[in-house]
């Protein structure tokens, strides 16, 4: 009771198919781990940009309202958020009392990824000075 030599080759090219789409699933997997592990680092770096600038003052002389750091370069800009909204057909606007600012981090990374972290600020009326808005805003 033995196997002929055509059934030994078919029966390890048919191993050799299997072991070889799994080494290709294996390596798409390794893959795409080490890719999502710089997506995480990335997003973490970013993350730690946002956060240290809005822990700083924003009106403050040596603000840095861009740099390079870790392989990305960012910058950030503030844009003014209206606030004024409409109830219904009615012509009467109702104004809330203070002043939404839109803060936008663009970043873009050494691989050419670009992106952009929004936040939302609500600031008291008056909080930031006409000269500041001229300069710094959108």
């Keep these: 009771m033995g196997f002929t030599l055509m059934e030994v080759l078919v029966a390890l090219v048919i191993a050799g198919l299997v072991v070889g789409v799994f080494f290709q699933v294996l390596a798409a997997g390794l893959r795409l781990e080490f890719r999502s592990a710089e997506v995480v680092r990335e997003v973490t770096e970013i993350r730690r940009i946002m956060d240290a600038l809005m822990a700083m003052d924003v009106q403050d002389s040596e603000f840095a309202w861009s740099g390079e750091d870790f392989g990305l370069s960012w910058s ?7 606030t004024v ?11 809330l009392p203070g002043e939404l600012y839109r803060y936008v981090l663009a970043y873009s990374m050494d691989r050419g990824r670009q992106g952009r972290i929004v936040r939302y600020v609500w600031y008291e009326p008056g909080f930031f000075h006409e000269e500041f808005k001229r300069t710094h805003f959108r």
């Design 76 to 82: 950030l800009g503030i844009e003014p958020v209206e």
């Design 85 to 95: 909204h409409k109830r219904g057909d009615l012509p009467e606007e109702v104004r």
